[in-house]
């Protein structure tokens, strides 16, 4: 049960990776997917790319709570997250490969480089006020060889993330290092979602679970 002027935060995306995140740092959310279509979407930077679509996520979902509502403690606040990750490499923007043959194209071109993952964070105070950001992690990928790339995309896992790849699944072990916050490469950067939430005079600390 939530106490009389506790903070609800609304994630508005369907990634257990970002939920697992929030979880393990003691936040326990609501998940309201927001449906928009990611593809119709497009900008002239990575970095304006995942923010627009962080926005647009956050902003959809806030509107339908607007309308629908969610259970809210009296005298509390509700707030919207809405996220969305990129990979820039070689100049170009990856998001969700299109299909196996394509991540396994994308892993010939980027085994031993490294690119950088860019994830966008918006985020909505319903009474009316939303700040947002981006954060961004060099990644450094491994020499991998044909048979660990064709084992990797047959699991499943590349083509459902931004870049084909994960760093808290089967894919760690194909990152060597990266150069920034881990969470970034996961899906949620939990430090900037804190400065975030300072921004709008939320402490994190008051969304940890009762």
């Given at each position: 049960?939530?106490?009389?002027?506790?903070?609800?935060?609304?994630?508005?995306?369907?990634?257990?990776?970002?939920?697992?995140?929030?979880?393990?740092?003691?936040?326990?959310?609501?998940?309201?997917?927001?449906?928009?279509?990611?593809?119709?979407?497009?900008?002239?930077?990575?970095?304006?790319?995942?923010?627009?679509?962080?926005?647009?996520?956050?902003?959809?979902?806030?509107?339908?709570?607007?309308?629908?509502?969610?259970?809210?403690?009296?005298?509390?606040?509700?707030?919207?997250?809405?996220?969305?990750?990129?990979?820039?490499?070689?100049?170009?923007v990856l998001g969700k490969p299109s299909d196996a043959d394509d991540a396994v194209q994308r892993w010939r071109a980027m085994?031993?480089?490294?690119?950088?993952?860019?994830t966008g964070h918006y985020l909505i105070d319903l009474a009316g006020v939303t700040v947002g950001a981006v954060g961004s992690?060099?990644?450094?990928?491994?020499?991998?060889?044909?048979?660990?790339?064709?084992?990797?995309?047959?699991?499943?896992?590349?083509?459902?993330?931004?870049?084909?790849?994960?760093?808290?699944?089967l894919g760690g072990p194909f990152v060597e290092r990266i150069e920034g916050d881990h969470g970034t490469v996961v899906g949620?950067?939990?430090?900037?979602?804190?400065?975030?939430?300072?921004?709008?005079?939320?402490?994190?600390?008051?969304?940890?679970?009762?």
């Open positions: 049960m939530r106490t009389a002027g506790s903070t609800t935060l609304v994630l508005a995306s369907a990634s257990p990776a970002r939920r697992a995140l929030l979880s393990a740092a003691g936040i326990d959310v609501e998940v309201v997917v927001s449906g928009v279509d990611e593809s119709a979407v497009s900008e002239p930077t990575p970095q304006e790319l995942c923010f627009t679509l962080a926005r647009m996520k956050a902003t959809e979902v806030a509107r339908r709570l607007g309308v629908e509502g969610i259970s809210v403690s009296p005298g509390g606040r509700l707030l919207v997250l809405g996220c969305d990750s990129v990979l820039e490499f070689d100049g170009q085994r031993g480089r490294s690119g950088v993952l860019h992690t060099t990644v450094h990928f491994a020499e991998l060889t044909d048979e660990e790339i064709a084992a990797y995309v047959a699991s499943g896992e590349p083509l459902h993330v931004a870049g084909a790849f994960t760093i808290d699944g949620l950067s939990l430090p900037l979602l804190r400065h975030l939430l300072d921004d709008l005079g939320v402490r994190l600390t008051d969304l940890w679970k009762s």
